[in-house]
């Protein structure tokens, strides 16, 4: 019997799927990339009991046939097209959307009105008109859950749990880091698929909706004010190696010292990324060759068409009182959030990679008391992914059984305050000025 996985703030009634004479909830996956495969493929794949995926749309045949294989899916039920999908599968219980940003507003919606809940990946979109449209067209709040995974996470769900307690008092402000490794920043951000804003989404919108959920949850209140700078500042051809070509694989003088030369990553993949499948499905070295030298990975960071910013800080007013100050950037060495709480009675401290939480009291001595909790979370994204998807299964396997639909924690209702903010940060930061994320309600 599989576990129902309960998330540090799932109920998880403890309905066994398998108990109720239907078998594993049934899902329907839109995008089988990196998320789809390695998020929500393998978590069904680890949980046989729990969830199965039964169809699948992916536009890319070599993705569609890996996973259709994979997880047993018939070629009647794997397509290339959403919308066949869509409309020609029976018996879903739910759909997963993991598409590109801008290949997630249309399949949510045609998804929705065939009665379909779905899990959307963040953003939500990379479009505020279509994250407001989707935000005002659904009527029942628990169809639509936004994968902010980094709320489901031991490390943040802790972080909370002594807040809510009082542990320092009043809370009075935050000051948060995302601090995304250069090599991840390089893969995704200056080469990759989320290099462009009019190809994705601004970053932090597509990196950073996750901060700024959390920062509002935190928080306990709404944002009523957004000021942001930032900009694209080293990933420019201006700080190319002298003589460095458009490909790392061109002769670039600079191959034994630059930090980013490209078949290193790929090439010699240290263990745990799986950043070289972005770049070919085909392990080989001499298709991983063939791939930097044709394709986009292959590129000197120096010469890509990449536009968004490389680092950006926002700070944010709360309707209680609660101030923040958030930091995105890519050029950090290692990739983890860092984050400090300040309160009327101590202070918090977290480094997410090192599970450690400080939690200090002040004294009237000068001396605060302090004690550090240790937090260990297995499986990626800080063990968000896992328990995101239990608390998504374990309400519909409630649904299933009759029980009302709960809404999630990241429902789309909570997660539009994350989206306004990353909105507002964007067009504080071209424009120069300070905004109240409500106005685009
Ligand atoms: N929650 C998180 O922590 C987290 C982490 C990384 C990425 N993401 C988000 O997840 C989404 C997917 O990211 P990824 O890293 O898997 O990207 P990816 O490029 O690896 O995968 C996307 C897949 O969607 C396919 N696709 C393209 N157009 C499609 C369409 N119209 N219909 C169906 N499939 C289509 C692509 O061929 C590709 O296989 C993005 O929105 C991204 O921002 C979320």
Redesign the pocket.
């Known amino acids: 019997m599989e576990p129902v996985l309960a998330g540090p703030n799932v109920s998880g009634r403890g309905i066994d799927p398998e108990c109720d004479g239907v078998g594993p909830i049934r899902l329907a996956l839109?995008?089988?990339?990196?998320?789809?495969i390695h998020a929500y493929g393998s978590f069904a794949l680890r949980h046989p009991g729990l969830a199965r995926f039964v169809a699948v749309?992916?536009?890319?045949a070599a993705?569609l046939g890996l996973f259709a294989t994979a997880h047993g899916i018939s070629k009647e039920c794997a397509f290339a097209d959403?919308r066949t999908l869509i409309t020609r599968s029976d018996g879903i219980d739910a759909v997963v959307i993991?598409?590109?940003?801008r290949?997630?507003y249309e399949?949510a919606v045609a998804a929705l009105e065939h009665g379909y809940p779905i899990l959307v990946?963040?953003?939500i979109s990379n479009q505020l008109s279509e994250v407001l449209d989707l935000f005002h067209r659904v009527r029942d709040p628990a169809d639509v859950t936004v994968?902010h995974?980094q709320r489901y996470t031991p490390f943040f769900a802790t972080i909370k749990t002594l807040i809510d307690e009082g542990r320092i008092g009043e809370l009075v402000t935050i000051d948060h880091h995302e601090n995304v490794a250069y090599f991840h920043f390089a893969h995704s951000y200056v080469r990759g698929?989320?290099r462009r804003t009019d190809q994705s989404s601004p970053f932090i919108l597509?990196k950073a909706s996750?901060d700024l959920d959390l920062i509002r949850w935190l928080a306990d209140a709404p944002c009523t004010s957004v000021a942001s700078v930032g900009r694209l500042s080293h990933f420019r051809p201006s700080n190319a190696p002298t003589g460095a070509p458009l490909r790392c694989l061109d002769g670039c003088p600079a191959r034994d010292t630059c930090p980013f030369f490209a078949p290193d990553y790929y090439l010699n993949e240290p263990p745990g990324w799986t950043l070289r499948s972005?770049v070919t499905e085909d392990p080989a070295p001499n298709a991983i060759v063939d791939a930097l030298r044709t394709g986009p990975y292959g590129r000197c960071v120096y010469h890509c068409d990449n536009d968004v910013t490389d680092h950006q800080s926002t700070a944010l007013g709360f309707a209680n009182g609660v101030s923040a100050t958030f930091t995105v950037a890519g050029l950090s060495a290692d990739g983890t959030r860092t984050i400090k709480l300040l309160g009327g009675r101590g202070d918090i401290r977290g480094h997410m990679a090192k599970g450690e939480i400080e939690v200090r009291t002040f004294n009237a001595n000068g001396r605060p008391s302090t004690e550090l909790i240790r937090v260990f979370a297995d499986g990626d994204?800080g063990g968000g992914d896992d328990r995101m998807m239990g608390s998504f299964l374990s309400r519909l396997v409630e649904r299933r059984g009759g029980l009302p639909f709960r809404e999630s924690e990241t429902s789309l209702d909570v997660s539009i305050d994350s989206h306004t903010m990353a909105f507002a940060a964007e067009e504080s930061r071209i424009n120069g000025a300070t905004f109240d994320p409500r106005r685009y309600l």
């Not at 839109?30 to 789809?36: K, L, M, P």
């Not at 749309?57 to 890319?60: F, G, L, W």
């Not at 993991?98 to 940003?101: E, I, K």
């Open positions: 839109v995008g089988a990339g990196q998320r789809g749309a992916e536009p890319d993705r959403w993991a598409s590109p940003d290949e997630h399949p990946e963040k953003p994968a995974s698929n989320w597509a996750h972005a994204h």
